[in-house]
């Protein structure tokens, strides 16, 4: 079976919920990302055979965003598109999606990556379409109502949201808020280090802003990092259950952002004259029980090292994406491991920012770059799914 190679990973800036990135439609978000990957590839986008984009939270304003992203970024017609979702995971999934496709023989060279403008997710009734008798039509929030929704009631109960999901297990492993609100901290703290040093110049890329008078703005920077965050200011939060350890400070954001990267095989590289930067080693998805669906990364990483026959000990770095505080704490209980020299060294979700369909894209693209960085050979990459699922994948330094 061919290798499946990882060509110009990139990602796009992460912007706050109805902050600098809310004028920017989903596929517009999306062709950024994609025209920065033909790029930096170099890549002839005619050979491209497919694209694979994850987006959590579609409608039909932008129907199918991979072709509409591909249409949008100029990729020639004949280059088709699709969209998946896996919820959180949705962004790897695409690549690992994309990368059976290579494997298997179908496509030499696949874009895959991942979009969010949450933003932009709408209101919507489900009263309209005969029409209603009398009487007041109600409105949901497609955001807190795909949380709400994420399960069957009739099988599981009703569990208000993932914030409920991720109580129950600081209950279940004994997480305080202290120590959540400590993590959240360093990881604010190390996204900061991260920008401050320059390290993600070469993974990001901008993206314009139309403004309503003039000319666009460019927009360059993640802006959810708290880099004057302190323990004080965070313990002053209040949690957002009553008696709980989750607050706005020690759980992941709600974002904008797009990723994207091509997927290749290995045998293909020279001919397109292209240079990986890694290689897909290995992937396993599993389920949960929903109520504790933050704890999925534990099975998911326990499938993944039977099939790939890795351990802990091999990894140079761990990407475990940051839900929520106490919800990673957890995880790293459950797997009995815990070195903050390899864990998330650069923030993830509470720092960065969590763009669902666009973060597995955005977390590899970063895995990948530090490993080039530290010359390490093993990057594991692994986060929970509402609903109860978690997926894991391991990437190999090229």
């Given amino acids: ?3 499946a190679a990882i060509v110009a990973p990139v990602r796009t800036p992460v912007g706050t919920f109805g902050g600098s990135l809310r004028p920017v439609p989903v596929e517009a978000l999306a062709a950024s990302a994609i025209r920065a990957t033909l790029a930096k590839s170099g890549i002839d986008p005619a050979r491209i055979e497919d694209v694979v984009f994850a987006q959590s939270y579609a409608n039909s304003e932008t129907p199918c965003v991979g072709r509409w992203a ?3 970024a100029g ?6 598109g699709m969209q998946l979702d896996r919820r959180c995971g949705g962004g790897l999934q695409a690549i690992v999606t994309a990368a059976m496709m290579v494997q298997s023989g179908a496509a030499d060279a696949v874009i895959a990556g991942g979009v969010e ?4 997710i709408e209101y919507y009734s489900t009263d309209m379409r005969w029409g209603s008798r009398a009487g007041s039509v109600k409105l949901h929030d497609r955001l807190d109502r795909g949380r709400e929704r994420s ?3 009739a099988r599981f109960g009703y569990i208000s949201g993932m914030i409920e999901t991720a109580e129950n297990l600081a209950k279940q492993y004994g997480i305080t808020r202290e120590a959540a609100d400590a993590y959240a901290l360093r990881s604010h703290q190390r996204a900061k280090a991260a920008w401050e040093s320059g390290k993600f110049a070469d993974e990001v890329v901008s993206v314009q802003v139309p403004q309503r008078k003039g000319d666009s703005l460019s927009f360059s920077r993640d802006e959810g990092v708290r880099g004057d965050a302190t323990l004080e200011s965070l313990a002053k939060l209040r949690p957002l259950l009553k008696d709980g350890t989750v607050t706005a400070g020690n759980a992941s954001q709600q974002n904008d952002a797009a990723a994207a990267c091509l997927i290749v095989a290995e045998d293909k590289l020279e001919e397109l004259g292209l240079t990986p ?12 029980e929903p109520a504790t669906m933050g704890i999925g990364p534990v099975p998911a990483v326990q499938k993944l090292f039977q099939k790939t026959g890795l351990t802990f000990d091999q990894l140079d770095l761990v990407e475990l994406n940051e839900a929520f505080a106490c919800q990673v704490l957890a995880v790293l209980k459950g797997w009995g491991w815990h070195d903050e020299s390899r864990l998330n060294v650069n923030g993830s979700g509470i720092s960065l920012g969590h763009p669902i369909g666009a973060t597995g894209v955005r977390i590899m693209t970063t895995l990948l770059h530090e ?21 894991a994948a391991v990437f190999e330094r090229a």
């Fill in 371 to 391: 490993l080039q960085r530290r010359k390490g050979r093993y990057g594991l990459e692994t986060m929970c799914i509402g609903g109860g699922q978690g997926i």
């Fill in 277 to 288: 930067i890694g290689y897909l080693v290995g992937w396993a998805a599993t389920g949960c």
């Fill in 75 to 80: 990729l020639p017609v004949h280059v088709p």
């Fill in 70 to 72: 591909a249409l949008e």
């Fill in 117 to 120: 403008s949450m933003s932009n």
């Fill in 151 to 153: 399960q069957p009631e």
């Fill in 1 to 3: 079976m061919k290798r």
